[in-house]
């Protein structure tokens, strides 16, 4: 991604510095006026050891009132027990992806699991499974959260793609991005 990221900011001759980091350890010797965490790195930070070191290394690279764009997982928002599939084509190839998750809502974990198939024509060339175990917020959890190391949320914004919680037959978002300010 990082690779893609440099070659598109090539493209629109934008000047960009790009770095790999654990998101809990950052330490550059650089401030900035902005830091963005979005499509689901916010929430693989699970307890509050990640939290504590993301927002402090976070905290110690953006200037005073800067912003940090992110998104998260709304609690309110999984459904549990969902399964789905999905196909993509292209010439001879077809990749097949089912997925799983569970929610344990009482901790706000989401475990999710992917399973790939690669298919060419009708042989099936690579399989792989994925696990991923990540942390859902509610509006107000986060706020807390946010308020707790001196940030401020000013625009919470439901993601295009929404859920439908069939209990409450209400649209539910799925993710949300927001935007938060640092304090002074």
Same mark, same amino acid.
């Given at each position: ?6 070659? &598109? ?9 790009? %770095?790999?980091?654990?998101? @809990?350890? =950052? ?8 830091? =963005? ?13 990640? %939290?504590?070191?993301? #927002? +402090? ?10 912003? %940090?764009?992110?998104? #998260? ?16 084509? &292209?010439?001879?190839? !077809? ?9 344990? &809502? +009482? ?9 790939? %198939? ?8 690579? @399989? ?36 439908? $919680?069939? $209990? ?9 991005? !927001?935007?938060?300010? &640092?304090? $002074?």
């Amino acid at each position: 991604m990082i690779e893609q990221a440099i070659k &598109k900011a090539r493209a629109e001759d934008i000047e960009a510095k790009f %770095f790999i980091h654990d998101m @809990r350890k =950052i330490k550059l010797n650089q401030v900035f006026h902005c830091a =963005i965490s979005l499509r689901g790195s916010f929430p693989r930070l699970i307890d509050e050891d990640d %939290f504590k070191l993301f #927002f +402090e290394g976070l905290s110690s690279h953006l200037i005073s009132r800067g912003l %940090f764009i992110f998104d #998260f997982i709304n609690a309110d928002g999984v459904v549990p027990g969902h399964r789905d599939w999905k196909i993509k084509e &292209k010439g001879n190839l !077809a990749v097949i992806r089912l997925d799983r998750a569970d929610f344990r &809502k +009482e901790l706000n974990l989401l475990e999710e699991y992917h399973e790939f %198939f690669v298919m060419e024509g009708d042989n099936l060339t690579n @399989r792989w499974k994925e696990t991923h175990r990540l942390r859902t917020h509610g509006i107000g959890e986060i706020e807390g959260t946010l308020r707790k190391y001196r940030f401020d949320l000013l625009k919470p914004r439901a993601n295009v793609a929404e859920k439908v $919680d069939s $209990d409450k037959l209400q649209k539910q978002p799925f993710a949300i991005r !927001a935007i938060a300010r &640092k304090s $002074d």
